[in-house]
Protein backbone atom coordinates (compact mmCIF):
# COMPACT_ATOMS: atom_id res chain seq x y z
CA UNK A 1 0.00 0.00 0.00
CA UNK A 2 1.67 3.33 -0.96
CA UNK A 3 0.63 6.20 0.64
CA UNK A 4 1.00 10.27 0.18
CA UNK A 5 0.52 12.59 3.69
CA UNK A 6 0.78 16.35 2.72
CA UNK A 7 0.88 18.84 5.20
CA UNK A 8 -0.40 22.68 4.71
CA UNK A 9 0.15 25.61 6.69
CA UNK A 10 -2.82 27.73 7.20
CA UNK A 11 -2.04 31.25 5.73
CA UNK A 12 -2.55 34.89 7.41
CA UNK A 13 -3.54 33.89 10.85
CA UNK A 14 -3.71 37.57 13.08
CA UNK A 15 -1.94 37.43 16.68
CA UNK A 16 -4.04 35.31 18.67
CA UNK A 17 -5.54 37.12 21.85
CA UNK A 18 -7.87 35.85 24.47
CA UNK A 19 -11.31 34.82 23.90
CA UNK A 20 -10.76 34.81 20.26
CA UNK A 21 -12.51 31.61 18.27
CA UNK A 22 -9.64 29.84 17.25
CA UNK A 23 -12.11 27.54 15.23
CA UNK A 24 -13.48 30.71 13.32
CA UNK A 25 -10.29 31.83 12.30
CA UNK A 26 -8.91 28.05 10.90
CA UNK A 27 -12.59 27.63 8.98
CA UNK A 28 -12.34 30.90 7.25
CA UNK A 29 -8.92 30.36 6.35
CA UNK A 30 -8.75 26.71 5.55
CA UNK A 31 -11.07 23.92 4.14
CA UNK A 32 -11.07 20.83 6.14
CA UNK A 33 -12.71 17.35 5.53
CA UNK A 34 -13.29 14.49 8.35
CA UNK A 35 -10.87 13.13 7.20
CA UNK A 36 -7.61 15.67 7.70
CA UNK A 37 -5.93 16.09 10.75
CA UNK A 38 -5.94 19.70 11.99
CA UNK A 39 -2.63 20.62 13.87
CA UNK A 40 -2.22 23.72 16.22
CA UNK A 41 0.84 24.71 17.74
CA UNK A 42 -0.58 25.23 21.56
CA UNK A 43 0.49 28.85 22.18
CA UNK A 44 -2.27 29.57 20.27
CA UNK A 45 -4.74 27.30 22.05
CA UNK A 46 -2.93 28.86 25.21
CA UNK A 47 -3.23 32.46 24.18
CA UNK A 48 -7.17 31.83 22.99
CA UNK A 49 -7.77 30.55 26.65
CA UNK A 50 -6.07 32.64 28.40
CA UNK A 51 -2.97 30.83 29.62
CA UNK A 52 -0.48 33.75 30.15
CA UNK A 53 0.97 35.38 32.76
CA UNK A 54 2.63 38.92 33.22
CA UNK A 55 5.69 38.54 35.04
CA UNK A 56 4.51 41.94 37.18
CA UNK A 57 2.20 39.89 38.39
CA UNK A 58 4.47 37.52 40.09
CA UNK A 59 5.96 37.05 43.26
CA UNK A 60 8.64 34.63 43.66
CA UNK A 61 8.94 32.29 46.69
CA UNK A 62 11.69 31.39 48.25
CA UNK A 63 12.59 28.01 46.59
CA UNK A 64 12.08 30.28 43.26
CA UNK A 65 14.77 32.65 44.23
CA UNK A 66 17.00 29.96 45.35
CA UNK A 67 16.53 28.36 42.01
CA UNK A 68 17.13 31.53 39.94
CA UNK A 69 20.33 32.03 41.58
CA UNK A 70 21.72 29.07 40.29
CA UNK A 71 20.53 28.61 37.20
CA UNK A 72 20.81 32.16 36.05
CA UNK A 73 17.14 33.08 35.63
CA UNK A 74 14.16 35.28 36.65
CA UNK A 75 12.81 34.21 39.90
CA UNK A 76 9.88 35.70 38.76
CA UNK A 77 9.82 33.26 35.74
CA UNK A 78 11.08 30.33 38.00
CA UNK A 79 7.75 30.85 40.19
CA UNK A 80 5.59 30.29 36.99
CA UNK A 81 7.32 27.13 36.00
CA UNK A 82 7.29 25.74 39.81
CA UNK A 83 3.42 26.53 39.79
CA UNK A 84 3.26 24.81 36.68
CA UNK A 85 5.14 21.31 37.95
CA UNK A 86 4.17 18.73 39.60
CA UNK A 87 7.47 17.46 40.35
CA UNK A 88 11.32 19.33 39.41
CA UNK A 89 13.23 16.07 38.55
CA UNK A 90 16.37 18.45 37.08
CA UNK A 91 18.03 21.96 37.52
CA UNK A 92 20.76 22.67 35.70
CA UNK A 93 22.73 23.96 32.81
CA UNK A 94 20.16 27.48 33.27
CA UNK A 95 16.89 25.05 32.36
CA UNK A 96 14.43 23.03 34.67
CA UNK A 97 13.13 19.80 34.05
CA UNK A 98 10.12 19.25 35.20
CA UNK A 99 7.22 16.48 35.08
CA UNK A 100 3.95 18.82 34.28
CA UNK A 101 0.24 18.57 35.86
CA UNK A 102 -0.28 16.73 32.79
CA UNK A 103 2.14 14.18 33.53
CA UNK A 104 4.53 15.78 30.49
CA UNK A 105 8.05 15.94 31.24
CA UNK A 106 9.92 18.69 29.77
CA UNK A 107 12.06 21.47 30.09
CA UNK A 108 10.72 24.65 32.02
CA UNK A 109 6.89 22.54 32.45
CA UNK A 110 6.74 24.14 29.23
CA UNK A 111 6.71 27.76 29.96
CA UNK A 112 7.76 29.73 26.87
CA UNK A 113 8.90 33.20 26.57
CA UNK A 114 8.85 32.86 22.51
CA UNK A 115 6.24 34.09 20.43
CA UNK A 116 4.62 36.33 23.20
CA UNK A 117 2.65 40.12 22.67
CA UNK A 118 4.69 41.36 25.18
CA UNK A 119 8.15 41.70 26.89
CA UNK A 120 7.38 40.42 29.94
CA UNK A 121 5.00 37.67 29.22
CA UNK A 122 5.24 33.95 29.46
CA UNK A 123 3.07 31.67 27.89
CA UNK A 124 1.89 28.14 30.02
CA UNK A 125 0.61 25.26 28.21
CA UNK A 126 -3.27 24.68 28.19
CA UNK A 127 -4.58 23.54 31.31
CA UNK A 128 -6.47 20.79 29.62
CA UNK A 129 -4.70 19.71 26.47
CA UNK A 130 -7.00 17.13 25.25
CA UNK A 131 -9.85 18.71 26.59
CA UNK A 132 -8.78 21.70 23.78
CA UNK A 133 -8.76 19.63 21.47
CA UNK A 134 -11.48 18.37 21.64
CA UNK A 135 -13.24 21.55 21.87
CA UNK A 136 -11.69 22.62 18.47
CA UNK A 137 -12.38 19.78 16.84
CA UNK A 138 -15.75 20.09 17.80
CA UNK A 139 -16.35 23.98 16.53
CA UNK A 140 -14.40 23.30 13.37
CA UNK A 141 -16.81 22.14 10.44
CA UNK A 142 -16.88 18.77 9.62
CA UNK A 143 -14.96 17.84 12.87
CA UNK A 144 -11.70 16.77 11.71
CA UNK A 145 -9.34 14.89 13.98
CA UNK A 146 -7.04 17.59 16.06
CA UNK A 147 -3.54 17.10 17.27
CA UNK A 148 -2.27 20.38 19.85
CA UNK A 149 1.76 20.49 19.56
CA UNK A 150 4.89 21.50 21.79
CA UNK A 151 8.24 21.17 21.25
CA UNK A 152 10.07 18.91 23.30
CA UNK A 153 13.95 17.74 23.45
CA UNK A 154 14.62 13.95 23.41
CA UNK A 155 16.42 11.30 25.28
CA UNK A 156 19.74 11.01 23.42
CA UNK A 157 19.11 13.30 20.86
CA UNK A 158 20.26 16.98 20.48
CA UNK A 159 17.70 19.43 19.07
CA UNK A 160 13.95 19.59 19.79
CA UNK A 161 10.50 17.96 17.66
CA UNK A 162 6.89 18.97 18.01
CA UNK A 163 4.93 16.27 19.64
CA UNK A 164 1.21 15.91 20.64
CA UNK A 165 -0.49 16.96 23.79
CA UNK A 166 -3.18 17.08 22.64
CA UNK A 167 -5.45 14.85 21.01
CA UNK A 168 -9.28 14.55 19.56
CA UNK A 169 -10.39 12.13 16.74
CA UNK A 170 -6.52 10.31 16.01
CA UNK A 171 -5.23 7.29 17.69
CA UNK A 172 -2.55 8.26 19.13
CA UNK A 173 -0.22 5.28 18.77
CA UNK A 174 -0.74 2.04 16.56
CA UNK A 175 0.41 -0.95 18.04
CA UNK A 176 2.77 -3.60 15.76
CA UNK A 177 3.50 -5.76 18.53
CA UNK A 178 3.10 -9.36 17.58
CA UNK A 179 2.64 -8.97 13.70
CA UNK A 180 5.08 -10.27 11.21
CA UNK A 181 7.56 -8.11 9.59
CA UNK A 182 8.33 -7.81 5.90
CA UNK A 183 10.12 -12.20 5.87
CA UNK A 184 7.89 -12.85 9.08
CA UNK A 185 9.82 -12.54 12.04
CA UNK A 186 8.09 -11.00 15.11
CA UNK A 187 7.58 -7.30 16.04
CA UNK A 188 8.23 -7.37 19.62
CA UNK A 189 8.83 -3.27 20.33
CA UNK A 190 7.31 -1.89 17.21
CA UNK A 191 4.61 0.29 18.86
CA UNK A 192 4.45 3.59 16.31
CA UNK A 193 3.63 7.27 17.70
CA UNK A 194 0.97 8.37 15.33
CA UNK A 195 -0.07 11.36 16.76
CA UNK A 196 3.98 12.67 17.41
CA UNK A 197 4.35 11.59 13.93
CA UNK A 198 1.68 14.01 12.69
CA UNK A 199 3.05 17.08 15.41
CA UNK A 200 6.36 16.38 13.70
CA UNK A 201 5.20 16.40 10.09
CA UNK A 202 3.36 19.63 10.59
CA UNK A 203 6.08 21.21 12.14
CA UNK A 204 8.14 21.05 8.28
CA UNK A 205 5.52 22.93 6.57
CA UNK A 206 5.27 26.27 8.58
CA UNK A 207 7.92 28.85 9.94
CA UNK A 208 7.99 29.34 13.85
CA UNK A 209 8.22 33.16 12.84
CA UNK A 210 5.45 33.46 10.38
CA UNK A 211 2.67 33.46 12.79
CA UNK A 212 1.75 30.01 11.27
CA UNK A 213 -0.10 28.07 14.22
CA UNK A 214 -2.20 25.49 11.95
CA UNK A 215 -1.44 23.31 9.73
CA UNK A 216 -3.70 21.08 7.96
CA UNK A 217 -2.47 17.26 7.74
CA UNK A 218 -3.75 15.07 4.55
CA UNK A 219 -3.35 11.28 4.10
CA UNK A 220 -3.78 10.18 7.56
CA UNK A 221 -7.46 9.15 7.04
CA UNK A 222 -6.68 5.32 8.49
CA UNK A 223 -6.14 6.91 11.54
CA UNK A 224 -8.98 9.13 12.05
CA UNK A 225 -11.60 8.01 14.66
CA UNK A 226 -15.24 9.04 14.47
CA UNK A 227 -14.84 9.17 18.68
CA UNK A 228 -12.39 11.85 20.38
CA UNK A 229 -10.12 9.07 21.23
CA UNK A 230 -8.41 8.74 24.61
CA UNK A 231 -6.22 11.81 23.59
CA UNK A 232 -2.58 12.25 24.18
CA UNK A 233 -2.27 10.61 28.16
CA UNK A 234 -2.13 7.18 26.20
CA UNK A 235 1.01 8.55 24.94
CA UNK A 236 2.49 9.13 28.35
CA UNK A 237 4.65 6.17 29.66
CA UNK A 238 4.27 5.55 32.88
CA UNK A 239 6.84 6.78 35.80
CA UNK A 240 7.52 3.04 36.62
CA UNK A 241 8.69 2.39 33.36
CA UNK A 242 10.95 5.63 32.55
CA UNK A 243 14.26 4.75 32.53
CA UNK A 244 15.61 8.30 32.92
CA UNK A 245 14.12 9.12 36.20
Known amino acids: MTVSVSATAVPDLPEIRRGDDLAAMIAARATTGARDV ?25 RAVQLAATLGKDPRAVEVVLGESAEVL ?3 GGVLICRTHHGFVCANAGV ?7 TDELILLPADPDASARALRAALPQAPAVVITDSFGRAWRVGQCDVAIGIAGL ?11 AVGRE ?8 ADQAAAAADLARDKDSRQPAVIVKGLDRFVTQDDGPGAQALLRP ?3 DLFL
Open 90 to 92: RAA
Open 187 to 194: LRATWIAI
Open 171 to 181: RPLEDWRGRPD
Open 112 to 118: DASNTAG
Open 239 to 241: VSE
Open 38 to 62: VVVAHKAVSKAEGRVVRLADVEPST
